[in-house]
């Protein structure tokens, strides 16, 4: 998110940064002080003093938390109330829980910012607006947590894309743009060489870079099964940590024996800009399927190498993640299904099936020296037209939340937060929105009636930075 906070409308917004770890001297962390009109470091504050600043001194009118249930995160800043307006968005995929729908007085996360697929309308509590909230809980969840179940307390900020937001396109992209298909596909091979020295040039490299916590027995047993028929293949995983490693070792022995185990590869993390540059070596990366790659998924897109992902849950946002760039709506030129037929699954077999047709899909033309087939079909499509996915364009996503913000504001000036009438009287509503900054759009009955606020693609052309 390094970029987001500097591409803000500075005639409309004030972007306040809050702190809450200790600088690592990083880049990144450089690019977000520069980008935040005030950027407060709040690492040795207490809970009282951080909410009071907030609160009393700068006086926000929405306060952002971007890392939830996260290692580091404080979310008794957001219990206490500092803001009218409290929103959750990209560090934990999934609701805060705080609180249901009908006890307003006890719910301190407003809005959680979302889109069609990783949050489907009908898994949010607020959701439809004429439904009798009160025995959700104690009836759908408890009864089968797996099925139809209402999970999302908060009001959902649908993005017409996905919500996630990166800044590769801001990062990256003066380099890779110099780099057309065939250099690309050659600069693969002389890495692949570099990493993998004694692979031969047909084996086919399956990938996952998610932290090892996230693979569990049934999606572990799937890439076995895929190594098990694709004997020219191998496995690639990070020692992220390195204790998970001889778990899985043995693991993989006990389940698919020695000559499968052998072929599960692990080496060690890289620096952030290696990561991402070696990211395309993989043929393949298999994504998990409980809590899916998010950022690693972004880093993978970016590199050109295909995910396949299968969106297992209806209710559960971390497990939808990687589906959304791949979705109907997520078009960009060239290229009007985006892929999603290749890439989303329905299920494990599937997920299993379409792993191997895309490995045993490659074919090596020795007059070229290059390899041919439809699972590098699809790797040049992908990366030549990364820069115009909807999930690299982050000046646009930027337009797009500042079109939520507003609408939220408007809602809090109409009362529509009743939580918020004291907060109400003593911050006053910003000069800077300006009620028609953005054309009307047509919604639809049962979008006008949501509690949640729908952002039109219209809104995708203003703005743009």
Not at 47 to 54: A, G, L, Q, S, Y
Not at 69 to 86: H, L, S, V
Request: a positive charge; aromatic letters at 10%.
């Amino acid at each position: 998110m390094q970029s987001v906070f500097g591409l803000h409308d500075r005639r409309r917004f004030q972007v306040y940064c809050y702190s809450l770890s200790p600088s690592d001297q990083s880049q990144y962390r450089h690019t977000i002080e520069r980008g935040a009109d005030y950027f407060i470091d709040m690492n040795n504050w207490s809970i009282k003093d951080i909410v009071e600043r907030i609160a009393l001194v700068d006086k926000i009118h929405v306060l952002v938390n971007l890392n939830g249930y996260t290692k580091g995160g404080k979310n008794e800043i957001f219990a206490a109330r500092p803001c009218p307006i409290q929103i959750a968005t990209m560090g934990f995929a999934g609701t805060m829980g705080a609180d249901w729908f009908d006890r307003l007085p006890d719910r301190w996360m407003d809005y959680l910012v979302g889109d069609e697929i990783s949050c489907p309308p009908d898994t949010v509590i607020s959701e439809p607006l004429s439904r009798d909230t009160k025995s959700i809980a104690a009836r759908e969840i408890r009864n089968d947590p797996l099925q139809n179940a209402k999970m999302f307390t908060e009001s959902i900020v649908y993005m017409p894309q996905s919500f996630f937001v990166n800044d590769h396109r801001q990062d990256y992209l003066t380099l890779d743009e110099k780099i057309r298909w065939r250099r690309e596909q050659l600069k693969r091979i002389k890495m692949r060489h570099e990493l993998f020295p004694n692979l031969k040039e047909d084996t086919i490299i399956y990938a996952n870079f998610n932290q090892l916590y996230k693979i569990d027995p049934l999606i572990f047993n799937t890439w076995l099964n895929i190594l098990k028929r694709m004997k020219n293949s191998i496995l690639w995983l990070l020692r992220f940590p390195p204790s998970g490693e001889n778990n899985l070792r043995q693991h993989a022995r006990n389940y698919a024996g020695e000559e499968v185990a052998s072929r599960v590869i692990f080496t060690d993390v890289a620096p952030k800009h290696m990561h991402i540059y070696r990211g395309r070596i993989a043929d393949v990366f298999l994504d998990t399927v409980e809590c899916n790659a998010h950022t690693t998924a972004a880093d993978i897109l970016w590199s050109g190498t295909p995910i396949i992902t299968y969106p297992k849950y209806q209710f559960k946002m971390c497990s939808r993640v990687a589906a959304r760039p791949f979705s109907e709506k997520a078009k960009f030129k060239n290229d009007p299904r985006l892929l999603g037929h290749e890439m989303v699954v329905g299920s494990y077999k599937e997920y299993e099936d379409r792993a191997v047709e895309l490995g045993m899909s490659v074919s090596w033309s020795f007059q070229i020296l290059l390899p041919q087939g439809s699972l590098v079909a699809l790797r040049r499509k992908l990366f030549l037209t990364r820069d115009q996915m909807p999930l690299f364009h982050t000046a646009r996503w930027v337009a797009q939340l500042e079109y939520a913000v507003t609408e939220m504001m408007k809602r809090w000036e109409n009362g529509y937060n009743k939580l918020c009438q004291r907060e109400k009287q003593q911050i006053p509503r910003p000069s800077s929105l300006i009620d028609n900054t953005y054309p009307s759009v047509d919604k639809p009955e049962e979008r006008t009636l949501s509690r949640s606020i729908w952002v039109p693609e219209e809104v995708q052309a203003i703005n743009l930075r």
